[in-house]
């Protein structure tokens, strides 16, 4: 059978990524306690191609995938540098996106449950290897100009904190979640006795924070944890008096 | 050419719906002040096929389509007459979703803006014609258990309230809007200077609302409301303390 | 603490269900080759509320999930009739939709690969229980109005089949996918060699189905099915030649 | 009342953007033969914010998002240089998302109709104005190595072509959308009779594409498309027979 991907091309324009989307598959994952989550990645995975070449065999991403061990920084580097090699490629991509499970207990009861952060590694492996890792922690915001101006009450509502944090070295998903919830003004539970609902709601009544103070609290915090060598942080709140979201962002190389 | 889908099927299958659905078209709705909105309408239409004809020709569904005057429930029995006509079925349907906008002064300042909520008409042509209108309302719901039990504050959320109703006329969107809207906590708007925000703050604290009382409320309204055959309503909280939703729902055929 | 949802309620209206949604959880359900598959889960869980009580406490909902044993028949419907009596309500629900893996060897080259397709169980536990599997299947479907009328090629797409299935014992979801594959024009794969490739391509090009043709042969699948009680049937093509999708649909109670 | 956002803020962390997001609003848009289109767009709008000031007042934005005329490039820059003096920033951001409808006769019958394609505009003004247009139009993808291994047809698919241009000037939809259609292997339609859909059929036949392929005949034909100094290309195809799909991506400065 005649090989068109491996043919010719003569109209000599690079492309800087070919492969795959929207593959799911099965992964596990470490967590912090040394126990392994097992859960659902959707996987897109890329090589660039030159100039000159027409295609790429694209079953080879999926072989990849099907030969990877885990989702360490180790596995996913190995996995980049076979496909580089393989492929005959200068840089290898993929991106990994999860559901993750914190254990949590609820602050009053301490009855232990289980709430779900999305995570993302966007990972890249040419000369260097690039890795960035993203997680969307849900939490609660209370504004604070609706607390100073209003009588009684305050509006309040969920919101997203969405941090990606290039790295030089494996962190932990649970650390970069804490970091989240300790600049909102209360973290969420999924499972609370009344107790527990008296204390988050005169929490985050004590705790208002703006769009823009969870964002800088997270800078602030990212800025002095280990390995991080730059940062972004979203957050975006579902306004409870809007049918539209507020949100503050910023990113920052950080000088290590 | 020969005619495929006219054939004999000896399969003995009728089929209940066959046609096409997510096609995006523009269209006009008349507001309940004699204006034209317009906006872009998904669509989905079919018709039932009996069970010895081996298909439908799906291009009919685009001519009728394109042969639509407007939104009202004339223009849609008259399309989905002629579509059953020509396609020799016994039913038509179809469903079309669309974002239509509400006009809406702030509530202290007065200063007035816009708001998106989403419509979809459901209709059936048989020897009836049945058009079942749908809402999707945007509002703000404030735990009463979470002020009863706090020293201070009350967790709040934007929910969304879904209403359906078969209607033997033609009735306002705005109607079923403010139906909605008095039965949540507060309304909710796009632009809100602070005197309004304090407002719906202090509102929505001294006006509490499980999402059962606000499905609850709904209710009691759709029953006294003229031309309304049945209804249901769903009421969605995205709670602010967690990170799932919580619902209520109910429906009722009403005797007319 | 006052407990306000169970408060007497004086409007009379009784509501269908009361729940929470969106709540993700980490499942485990069995395969049909007696292997245990680890996969996230999407859940909403509801009771009935009479018409004189305010509320239905929610945190009894995640309790609920939390003490689940797995996925098979027997422990869904253990764990809806605790929430019954613990809630005190006539009926019980839950709907849980998760990813799940299908095991396949490439037609030609045999080489082994995962595909994922969507399944979700419906359940209901009142005085009967009663449970609906859905599966969404992503298969090939080859036009066979293309193929006659043109001289060369012919226009496919990917497709999918839903099926709902009522049921009156476990059954295998693999089973339900090999009646949707069986019915559509080539199943799809995830890791193909060339020579799977010219297999598949060739298969299709031998096998056009319209969206009508595959809704009736799994129809006729399904109605021989032993344990059916109730099946519906809905396949959906995202056209390569248009930005609308066609799709045929019908359901039926099947005599046992 | 205290003003709060206007107060002085400790942190020293400046925020790269603070704004809204998710709001819907109905626009108009010119087309290329001078009619007006209304559509329904979905907005961001933000600006920076200094290191000492603790926020922004949000409602500004819908109050920009009022007094808006259009959507040419001089509205949209009046519009963000009134934002970015109000709200006292650096730099002014937005970005509209909408459907767009091209008007296309069917290749044979010359039926006309409609099909949607959907638009962005993202926009920067600090002390220059920047404007990237972003389309993304629906086309079909036969592929090369399937037609030549296989003794008859080719597995095709319905593919996305996202195209991506900073420009200096106004230009039309319609011509970006042309460039994406001349390099797939053949343009989709909503409404095709029997003569049209053999015509697509063997046309798509005559002229199988990679993703690589349409990637690189878009970047050629961009490369000499007057006025566009930065592009970037993606061509997504929804393999017909994978449940995942294959996608091609490059960008590039232009030398003007």
């Avoid at 005959?88 to 289980?114: G, N, Q, W």
């Avoid at 823009?212 to 730059?230: F, H, M, P, S, T």
Wanted: hydrophobic share 40%; aromatic share 8%; net charge negative.
């Amino acid at each position: 059978m005649r090989d068109l991907q491996s043919e010719k091309d003569l109209r000599n324009i690079p492309l800087k990524k070919v492969g795959i989307k929207n593959l799911k598959w099965p992964v596990t994952v470490m967590n912090k306690y040394d126990e392994v989550q097992h859960t659902v990645a959707e996987m897109e995975l890329s090589v660039d191609l030159p100039h000159d070449v027409r295609g790429v065999h694209m079953s080879r991403f999926v072989e990849a995938v099907k030969e990877m061990k885990g989702l360490s920084l180790g596995d996913i580097e190995t996995m980049l540098e076979n496909l580089r090699q393989r492929l005959e490629a200068k840089v290898a991509h993929c991106r990994i996106d999860f559901d993750y499970f914190i254990k949590r207990k609820a602050p009053v009861t301490e009855i232990p449950s289980l709430y779900d952060v999305r995570c993302s590694f966007d990972c890249e492996k040419g000369e260097d290897f690039k890795f960035v890792m993203g997680i969307v922690v849900p939490v609660s915001t209370l504004c604070p100009c609706s607390k100073e101006i209003s009588d009684y009450g305050a509006h309040n509502q969920r919101a997203t904190i969405h941090i990606n944090v290039e790295v030089d070295r494996d962190i932990w998903i649970e650390d970069i979640v804490r970091i989240a919830e300790e600049s909102a003004s209360t973290p969420i539970f999924s499972l609370l006795k009344r107790p527990d609902e008296k204390w988050i709601t005169e929490r985050a009544y004590m705790n208002p924070k703006f769009v823009e103070d969870a964002a800088r609290d997270v800078a602030i915090r990212l800025e002095n944890y280990q390995g991080v060598k730059w940062y972004s942080v979203h957050v975006e709140s579902q306004e409870s008096i809007h049918n539209h979201n507020a949100f503050a962002y910023t990113e920052k190389k950080v000088e290590i």
